[in-house]
């Protein structure tokens, strides 16, 4: 508080409901024209107030020779990256994979800065090629949801900075063909990122062996004849067919 009159202040006292003093010089028995009496204080940006997106703080001066004024400020709260979400798999993304096989996905959720602010949403697409098993570990505390081959993980708007995780299983479908993966995507409210977001295995090739047909047998054993007898007419003249 600025004493910016023409005579002494007494028995001064700056106040601020909205911080937790640390310091200054309140109250203050006098201030002379010209003069300040202090309040100094720390105040902790919540996840309502970053929901709000600024912070409204009012401070008041009072003493014997004027009535409380109050001095309003509102602070901007930007929204710095909160949440980084990852994906992974066993065997590891890239690795050749074949039908009827397990694959173990793994979802990484790290809140990056406070709270989060809102709910966090993940929903993976597994590709047609894949079955979905069951949720194997769920450390994180997501809530689950979603149907047939899309999977909805759901964490709360609230959770403090840490790293949540879930995992789960997918079986590859005996017809699959080329290769097989999926995808995440976070929706929500709170800034995120993700990388990598998606894991793909290719199927190992696999050989096949053809039965021949009577037919094939058939035309296969005419070639034959046609060609004997065509060698014998050759040598019958005299002539080497080689």
Same mark, same amino acid.
């Not at 966090?120 to 590709?127: F, I, M, Q, R």
């Not at 050989?207 to 094939?216: F, G, H, V």
């Given at each position: 508080m600025t004493n910016t009159g023409n005579t002494l202040l007494n028995n001064v006292v700056v106040s601020d409901n909205l911080i937790t003093p640390t310091g200054g010089m309140t109250p203050c028995a006098t201030i002379a024209i010209g003069g300040t009496c202090t309040l100094i204080g720390t105040y902790t940006v919540t996840a309502a107030d970053a929901t709000a997106g600024s912070i409204t703080n009012t401070g008041t001066g009072d003493s014997d020779e004027t009535p409380p004024e109050d001095d309003v400020l509102t602070t901007p709260v930007g929204s710095a990256l909160q949440v980084v979400v990852s994906k992974s798999s066993i065997p590891a993304s890239g690795t050749p994979v074949a039908p009827g096989d397990t694959i173990s996905y793994t979802l990484t959720l790290e809140v990056m800065d406070g709270p989060t602010t809102a709910d !966090?949403? %993940? $929903?993976? *697409? %597994?590709?047609a090629d894949l079955t979905f098993g069951s949720v194997t570990s769920n450390p994180g505390g997501f809530a689950i949801g979603g149907s047939g081959n899309v999977l909805i993980f759901t964490l709360a708007a609230g959770v403090a900075v840490g790293t949540y995780e879930v995992e789960y299983t997918a079986t590859i479908n005996p017809d699959a063909s080329g290769d097989v993966g999926n995808v995440v995507v976070i929706t929500g409210g709170t800034d995120s990122d993700c990388y990598p977001c998606a894991t793909g295995h290719p199927l190992a =090739? !696999? %050989? *096949? *062996?053809?039965?021949? $047909?009577?037919? $094939? %047998? =058939?035309?296969?054993m005419l070639i034959t004849l046609l060609a004997g007898a065509a060698i014998r007419r050759l040598r019958n003249r005299g002539l080497d067919p080689i």
């Open positions: !966090t949403e %993940l $929903t993976d *697409t %597994l590709d =090739g !696999t %050989l *096949t *062996t053809e039965i021949p $047909t009577a037919s $094939t %047998l =058939g035309l296969f």
